[in-house]
C-alpha cells in the first residue's frame, strides 16, 4: 500500500512552538503532513524525488507544542542524493505527524513517499479427497514471500522461500496421517518473522 504526496517548500517558514530535530538550523523551511495508520504494521516514509537535501520526522500527537517523536532521518545511506528515508512501527488508528525541512535552509520541490506492508493472509488448511492439503496465500503482487510450518508453533521450516506472488496463489502438499497437527504461516521473505 503506497501514498505520495508533494510540496513547494519555497516560502514555508517554521511555525511558533515547532519543534526543530538536531538536523534543521533556526530559520529552516518545513512542510507537514497528518496521516493516520489504517492498520497496524511497518510504515515507511521517504523523501525520494525531492529536489534538495531533505530532513523527515515523524511525531505523534495533535497539537504543535506536545507532539512526541517517533524517528528522524537526514540522510539515507543507500543512495546519492540525501533524501531521507524513516521507518517505524505504525499502530492503527494513531495519527501521525509528519514533518519534511531542508537542510541549511535549502528549499524546492518535495515528495513524500509512504509506504506500509500489505497484509498478506493465509486460507484455512482445506483436507482435499486426493490426500493433499491445499492453501491459499493472498498478498501482495509481485512480492516474495515465505511458507512455513511448524508442528508445535514455536520451531518452524519453510516449506516454500521466494515465491512471486501475483495477488494469490494455490500451494498444495501431501497430508500426512497420524504425525499430529501441522500449523502455517505466511510472510513477506524481507521481514525477519511471521504474521
Do not use: C
Request: hydrophobic share 35%; proline share 5%.
Amino acid at each position: 500500500e503506497q501514498q505520495e504526496a508533494q510540496a513547494q517548500t519555497v516560502g514555508a517558514t517554521l511555525e511558533s512552538g515547532e519543534p526543530i530535530p538536531d538536523f534543521i538550523y533556526p530559520g529552516s523551511r518545513s512542510v507537514w503532513w497528518t496521516w493516520t495508520a489504517p492498520r497496524t504494521g511497518k510504515a515507511t516514509i521517504t523523501t525520494d524525488g525531492s529536489s534538495f537535501d531533505t530532513i523527515l520526522a515523524v511525531y505523534t500527537g495533535s497539537s504543535i507544542n506536545g507532539l512526541s517523536l517517533v524517528g528522524v532521518n537526514n540522510d539515507r545511506v543507500d543512495v546519492k542524493i540525501r533524501t531521507s528515508l524513516l521507518s517505524f512501527g505504525a499502530v492503527v488508528g494513531t495519527t501521525y505527524q509528519i514533518q519534511l525541512a531542508g537542510v541549511d535552509d535549502l528549499s524546492g520541490f518535495a515528495r513524500l513517499t509512504l509506504l506500509m506492508d500489505a497484509r498478506s493472509r493465509l486460507s484455512v488448511p482445506e483436507f482435499r479427497s486426493d490426500n493433499t492439503t491445499s492453501l491459499e496465500l493472498l498478498g501482495e503482487t509481485d512480492r516474495l514471500y515465505v511458507l512455513s510450518t511448524s508442528p508445535d508453533l514455536a520451531s518452524w521450516t519453510p516449506m516454500r522461500t521466494n515465491m512471486v506472488v501475483s495477488r494469490h496463489v494455490l500451494f498444495s502438499e501431501p497430508t500426512s496421517v497420524g504425525v499430529g497437527p501441522r500449523f502455517y504461516r505466511a510472510y513477506p521473505a524481507s521481514s525477519v518473522g511471521g504474521r
